[in-house]
C-alpha cells in the first residue's frame, strides 16, 4: 500500500466545518491523538482558521451544498485512504448578521428561510453521508456524527419559536436515523449518531448567551473532548440515536 494511503497504523477521520468553532477544536484535539493517522479537515473557508501545521493534517476546500463538490471530495479522498473510519459534521445554520434570523413567532416564518435551513442543516448531513458511502463499507467499527440541537427535539419543544432551525435540525435527525438502518445493511459494525453539543461559546451562539445558565456556556474545546468521548463510548447497538454532550439521550 501506498505509505501515504491510511493503513494498520491508526484512523482515518474527516471533520466537515472544520474552520472554526467546534469543527476548528475537534481538529486541534483529534491532532493530539496518536491513533489518528489521516485528518481530512473540509471547510469553505479557511480564512483566520489558525490550525497546526501536521503531516497528518490534510485541509480541503469546497461548499458541500454544491452536488460536485460532494462529487470531487469523494474522489480526492479516495486517492489518499480505502476508507475512513470517523466523519464528524459540525456544519450547521442558524442565523446570519444582516439577514436571517431565528423566528420569534409565526408571523416571521417564511420559505426562503425555510429553504435554506433545510438545505443545510438537514440537506448537507445525508448528502455528505452519500457521497462518503463508498468509504462506509465494509465489516469493521466506522462512525459516522453530526451536530444536531436539543431544540431540534419534537418531544423536548416546550419554548417553540425558531420554526426553520427547529424543524430542519428535526429533519436531520430522521433523515440520520435512516440512513442508520440502511447503512447497518452494508456494515453491521457502523454507528451513526446525532450529538446535541450544548451552547457552545462560537459565533453561532453569540447573539444568544445572555439568558444561558452560568456554567452552561462551554468553550469549544470542551465540547470538542466531550463529543468525542460521546463518540467513542457509543456500540452499533446505539447507531441512529441522538445524545447529549454528557452522553444522555435526548428524546426525538
Not at 475512513?84 to 446570519?96: K, M, Q, R, Y
Not at 408571523?107 to 462518503?132: D, K, M, T, Y
Not at 463499507?137 to 423536548?156: E, M, P, W, Y
Not at 419559536?161 to 442508520?180: H, I
Amino acid at each position: 500500500m501506498d505509505s501515504n494511503r491510511q493503513g494498520e497504523h491508526g484512523r482515518a477521520v474527516l471533520v466537515a466545518g472544520a474552520s472554526r468553532g467546534i469543527g476548528r477544536a475537534l481538529v486541534r484535539a483529534l491532532l493530539q491523538r496518536e491513533d489518528v493517522a489521516r485528518l481530512f479537515a473540509v471547510a469553505r473557508d479557511w480564512s483566520g482558521a489558525a490550525l497546526p501545521e501536521d503531516p497528518r493534517l490534510q485541509l480541503i476546500t469546497l461548499d458541500l451544498t454544491d452536488d460536485a463538490a460532494r462529487e470531487a471530495l469523494a474522489a480526492t479522498l479516495g486517492e489518499h485512504c480505502e476508507q475512513l473510519d470517523l466523519v464528524i459534521n459540525t456544519v450547521g445554520f442558524l442565523h446570519e448578521p444582516e439577514g436571517q434570523q431565528p423566528e420569534k413567532n409565526l408571523r416571521q416564518v417564511n420559505i426562503a428561510a425555510l429553504q435554506r435551513s433545510f438545505a443545510i442543516n438537514a440537506g448537507i448531513p445525508i448528502l455528505l453521508a452519500q457521497a462518503l458511502l463508498p468509504l462506509l463499507r465494509g465489516h469493521r467499527h466506522c462512525v459516522f456524527a453530526s451536530l444536531s440541537a436539543r431544540v431540534g427535539s419534537i418531544g423536548d419543544n416546550r419554548l417553540g419559536g425558531w420554526y426553520a432551525y427547529r424543524a430542519s435540525k428535526a429533519a436531520q435527525n430522521m433523515l440520520m436515523r435512516t440512513f442508520a438502518i440502511e447503512w447497518r445493511r452494508l456494515n453491521r459494525d457502523s454507528i451513526c449518531v446525532l450529538l446535541h453539543p450544548g451552547t457552545t461559546d462560537t459565533g453561532l451562539s453569540a447573539p444568544f448567551q445572555a439568558n444561558v445558565p452560568e456554567g452552561k456556556l462551554f468553550t469549544p474545546e470542551f465540547v470538542a473532548e466531550r463529543l468525542l468521548t460521546v463518540i467513542a463510548e457509543r456500540t452499533p447497538a446505539d447507531s441512529g440515536n441522538f445524545y447529549a454532550w454528557d452522553g444522555e439521550t435526548i428524546p426525538w
